[in-house]
């Protein structure tokens, strides 16, 4: 009878134990912001039927977080987009991917939204090294834009690691 409840006892443990969060296997979020600042440039245009234009851009920046610990601080980001854009030269809105690499040569990949009133929305989920298993997205507003192609932009989002 005792070796009986003693089994009884060690599966109880056991399943107490498996039920019990464990940090290694939590999901992480952590909110996160900073910086993108380089230079933008329309690698073609075309005409569409309707009169507006699709403008093809390459965007390169370099990267800085709040906190300096951040996996993204003083990244390098290359993005292609597309963006479309009305006869009046208004933004009708546009979409692209981007790279990223760290300083560490760790890769991570992310797809981008622009809305008509110019609001960059991101996400990624794929990547290298440190960037395993990490999720990403947030959104970008453009500070300032300058005619020569540079530009600064302010990023928040939120990242969790699986």
């Known amino acids: 009878m005792k070796m ?3 089994i009884t006892l060690a599966a109880g443990v056991f399943l107490v134990l498996l039920l019990l969060p464990r940090p290694g296997l939590a999901q992480q979020r952590v909110a996160t912001g900073g910086y993108v600042s380089g230079t933008q440039k329309v690698m073609s245009e075309i005409a569409l039927p ?18 300096p610990a951040s996996p993204w601080h003083l990244g390098s980001q290359d993005c292609m987009a597309s963006y479309v854009f009305a006869g009046d030269d208004s933004l009708v809105g546009g979409r692209g991917v981007c790279d990223f690499v760290s300083p560490e040569g760790d890769l991570w990949w992310l797809t981008i939204n ?14 290298t090294g440190k960037f395993a298993g990490v999720e990403h997205s947030g959104t970008t ?3 300032a834009e300058w ?13 969790t690691r699986r």
């Open 4 to 6: 009986h409840r003693l």
């Open 50 to 67: 309707d009169g507006g234009v699709l403008r093809r851009i390459f965007l390169s920046v370099g990267v800085t977080a709040d906190d």
């Open 141 to 143: 507003v453009v500070q």
């Open 147 to 159: 005619a020569d192609g540079k530009v600064v932009g302010r990023w928040e989002g939120t990242m």
């Open 114 to 127: 622009v809305s008509r009133e110019g609001l960059v929305s991101w996400t990624g989920g794929e990547g």
